[in-house]
C-alpha cells in the first residue's frame, strides 16, 4: 500500500469515528429507574407509638407490647400506563422496622399505592417443609415473636399484643391479644401516593395509627382474639385496618 493511501484510510478512519461520536452524543438516554421504599410510622391517636406508655382507646386504658403485620400484594399505579405490581414481596412491618426495599421502577409520577394486610392463600397454605426451609432473613420464615401458629393454621397477619385496665381502677388486670389469621382475615388496603420517583431511593412513608384499629370496639370486655375463638372481634379489627393507615406527604 502507498503512503498516500495509507493516509487516505487512516483520515477516512478518524472521520468515521468523529461521525459516529457524533451520533452517539444524539441517542435518547435510557429510561431512568428509581428505588421504592416503604416506611410506616406508629401512632396511637396521633402520638408517637411507645411500649412503655399507657394510652386511653375509646376509654379503657391500655399498653402495647406488640403491633406486627404482613404487607404483601404491593402495587404501583402511574399516572400512565398499567399497574406495575410487585410479585412475591412481603414486608413484615413493625414499629423497629423503618424503611423497607420494596422494587425498582421506571422513573415518574405514580398515583396510587396498592397492597394487603396479610399472606396469600396460596402461600398461607404452604406445607411445613416449605414453611422451615425459608432462609433466616425471609419475612415469612419463623419469627421470634411468632407470626404463624403452625404450618397447617397458616400465619399471624397482624399480631397487637399488651395488658388492658378492664375494670378502670388503673391497674393493668389482664392480657390484650389480638392475632388476625386464615385467608378470610385478608385486608385490602389502596392508598393515593402522588409520588414522583426518581432516580435513586424514594420513600412511600405511611402512618400507622394503632388506635384506629380498635374504633368502635370495647376494650374492657373485647380485647381477646385469635381469630378462630372469636371470628367476630377478629373481623372488626381487620374491617378498620384501611382507616388505620394513611399517606403521609
Given amino acids: 500500500m502507498t503512503k498516500s493511501k495509507f493516509s487516505t484510510l487512516a483520515l477516512l478512519a478518524v472521520f ?14 435510557g429510561i431512568q429507574e428509581g428505588t421504592v421504599n416503604m416506611m410506616f410510622e406508629y401512632t396511637v391517636d396521633g402520638a408517637a407509638f411507645d411500649t412503655t406508655q399507657v394510652y386511653d382507646i375509646n376509654g379503657t386504658s391500655v ?20 399497574a406495575i405490581p410487585v410479585e412475591g414481596k412481603y414486608l413484615l412491618v413493625t414499629p423497629e422496622a423503618g424503611m ?27 406445607s411445613e417443609d416449605d414453611f422451615t426451609s425459608r432462609d ?5 420464615a419463623i419469627q ?12 399471624r397477619f397482624l399480631r ?3 395488658e388492658v385496665d378492664t375494670d378502670g381502677d388503673g391497674v393493668m388486670d389482664d392480657s390484650m391479644i389480638f392475632h388476625l389469621g386464615t385467608d378470610n382475615m385478608l385486608q385490602n388496603v389502596s392508598l393515593v401516593a402522588h409520588k414522583d420517583v426518581e432516580k435513586g431511593s424514594n420513600m412511600l ?3 400507622f395509627d394503632v388506635a384506629k384499629l380498635f374504633e368502635g370496639i370495647d376494650l374492657s370486655s373485647d380485647y381477646q382474639t385469635h381469630t378462630m375463638n372469636n371470628p367476630e372481634l377478629a373481623a372488626a379489627v381487620r374491617d378498620n385496618i384501611p382507616a388505620a393507615i394513611s399517606m403521609m406527604h
Fill in 100 to 126: 423497607q426495599e420494596v422494587t425498582t421502577v421506571p422513573a415518574g409520577h405514580y398515583h396510587m399505592v396498592n397492597f394487603f394486610v396479610g399472606v396469600d392463600p396460596a402461600i398461607n397454605s404452604q
Fill in 205 to 207: 412513608h405511611m402512618e
Fill in 16 to 29: 468515521a469515528l468523529a461521525f459516529s461520536a457524533c451520533d452517539n452524543d444524539d441517542e435518547t438516554p
Fill in 63 to 82: 399498653r402495647f407490647t406488640l403491633a406486627n403485620f404482613y404487607v404483601g400484594g404491593i402495587e404501583l399505579m402511574p399516572e400512565e400506563g398499567d
Fill in 160 to 162: 397487637v399484643d399488651g
Fill in 144 to 155: 421470634f415473636p411468632a407470626m404463624h401458629w403452625n404450618w397447617n393454621s397458616g400465619y
Fill in 136 to 140: 433466616a432473613d425471609d419475612p415469612l
